[in-house]
Structure formats: C-alpha cells, structure tokens
C-alpha cells in the first residue's frame, strides 16, 4: 500500500508542461509579449491604486504580471501567490534583478490564503478550479479596496472536467474548464461589501476563446469595497 503527499503536484497541469515552464520564465524575465489580459488589468487597476498600496497577484505563475505595473509607473508593493513550486522558483530567480524581494513570491493554495492586502488580482484561475466560492471569498475577505477578476463568465454555468492535450509527452491528466453565470458570481461579489461591474475582455471582444479546445467566455469584473 501506498499513501503519498505529493497528490497537488502529481495531478496538476502545472507541473507538467515544459511549454509552460519556458513561457512563464520568459515573461519573468520581461523577454515575452506583454499578454492583452495583463495590459488591461494593469490600465483598469491604475486610477483605483495609490502609490505604495499592496497588490496581492494570486494564481500568479511566476509573477510576470510585475512588468505590466512597471512599464506603466504603477509604483506597488508586489505580491504574489501560486500553488506550483516549480512557478514560484521560477519567478523567484528571475523578478529579484527587477527589484521583487524573492520573498514575495509564495507558494501558497488558495484555501490557504489569510491575508489583508489593498487590492487582489486573478487572472485566469477560477475558471481552471472545481468551483468558485471559497477561493473567491477568501480573496474578497483578503481585499480592503478592490478585486480585479477575469475569468469565464456568461448566461448561465458549465462544468466540464476535461482531458489537456497540451502537456508533456506521456502525461494524461484532466483540468476543470468552467463557465460561471456572470449574474451570480456579480451577487456573491456584492454580497461582501463590494460594488461590481463586469468590463469586456479586450482581447476578445466578448466572444467566446479557444483555448486547449474548449470555450472560454473571458471577461473581467472590477470590484471596489464600499465604504
């Protein structure tokens, strides 16, 4: 019999892409296109940030989402969270000569998080995630004046817990590729004390996004703690 504590990092996607290890060392170390989704949430998070506030990235990979607040003067005090090691080491080594502290860059797991920070980002995790309530609130509890979300939203919620083509050779794993009902996820936001409005995905253009062969309904929602 065997009983391991390695189940997170055996099952996740994360761990087991070479493609994704190279891209995300990359955009640490500022050498890859700007993605679209990182230029808006940096341009949508601007007039809500004074300088000195603290940004919590979560679900941030190797915390590339740095070089969007700097190119644009966004003087913030960085962090971020990711539940891959191999992302966080890779971040580690590459944002210090960028002046990130390799402190900052912590491998955490969302229902591990307890923290109080001024603004919360996510880009792109929920939708990968069984659901979205808890790791949701404990960003909303987390966030004393804003969250910027994007993810999969629409009329109405799909589930789908599908097989990823796109990892190394010999590695059969599933994700969750989920749509949430943009009016619900928009009431559960609200119901912490936050006023909500959703933003079209500029990349998109609201139209739905192929991405490992399934739809994705981008788009991203600006929260701001009432006062």
Same mark, same amino acid.
């Not at 000195?52 to 960085?78: A, I, M, N, P, Q």
């Not at 969250?147 to 050779?169: M, T």
């Given at each position: +019999? /065997?009983?391991?504590?390695?189940?997170?990092?055996?099952? =996740?996607?994360?761990?087991?892409? #070479?493609?994704?290890?190279?891209?995300?060392?990359?955009? $640490?170390?500022?050498?890859?296109?700007?993605?679209?989704?990182?230029?808006?949430?940096?341009?949508?998070?601007?007039?809500?940030?004074?300088?000195?506030?603290?940004?919590?990235?979560?679900?941030?990979? &190797?915390?590339?989402? @740095?070089?969007?607040?700097? =190119?644009?003067?966004?003087?913030?005090?960085?962090?971020?969270?990711?539940? &891959?090691?191999?992302?966080?080491?890779?971040?580690?080594? !590459?944002? !210090?000569?960028?002046?990130?502290?390799?402190?900052?860059?912590?491998?955490?797991?969302?229902?591990?998080?307890?923290?109080?920070?001024?603004?919360?980002?996510?880009?792109? @995790?929920?939708?990968?995630?069984?659901?979205?309530?808890?790791?949701?609130?404990? +960003?909303?509890? $987390?966030?004393?004046?804003?969250?910027?979300?994007?993810? =999969?939203?629409?009329?109405?919620?799909?589930? #789908?817990? @599908?097989? *990823?083509?796109?990892?190394?050779?010999? @590695?059969?794993?599933?994700?969750?590729?989920?749509?949430?009902?943009?009016?619900?996820?928009?009431?559960?936001?609200?119901?912490?004390?936050? *006023?909500?409005?959703?933003?079209?995905?500029?990349? /998109?253009?609201?139209?739905?996004?192929?991405?490992?062969?399934?739809?994705?309904?981008?788009?991203?929602?600006?929260?701001?703690?009432?006062?």
């Amino acid at each position: +019999m /065997t009983i391991g504590d390695d189940g997170w990092s055996r099952f =996740s996607i994360w761990e087991h892409s #070479q493609h994704i290890r190279e891209l995300y060392a990359a955009r $640490a170390r500022n050498e890859a296109e700007e993605m679209t989704c990182a230029a808006q949430a940096a341009s949508l998070l601007a007039p809500l940030a004074s300088p000195g506030d603290t940004l919590l990235d979560v679900g941030c990979g &190797s915390g590339w989402f @740095v070089h969007s607040l700097r =190119s644009r003067g966004l003087d913030l005090e960085y962090w971020g969270i990711d539940a &891959s090691p191999t992302l966080i080491e890779i971040g580690r080594a !590459a944002l !210090a000569q960028f002046g990130v502290p390799p402190e900052r860059l912590l491998v955490r797991r969302l229902d591990d998080l307890r923290a109080e920070v001024d603004h919360v980002i996510c880009m792109n @995790v929920l939708s990968n995630l069984d659901n979205y309530h808890r790791p949701l609130e404990r +960003m909303l509890l $987390a966030a004393r004046r804003s969250v910027i979300l994007r993810e =999969s939203l629409g009329k109405g919620s799909a589930y #789908q817990w @599908v097989e *990823d083509e796109h990892l190394d050779p010999d @590695v059969d794993l599933r994700v969750h590729v989920n749509r949430y009902d943009l009016d619900e996820i928009t009431a559960f936001v609200e119901s912490y004390g936050f *006023d909500v409005r959703p933003v079209v995905d500029r990349r /998109t253009g609201g139209d739905p996004e192929m991405v490992i062969g399934h739809a994705h309904h981008w788009t991203f929602l600006i929260a701001e703690r009432r006062a």
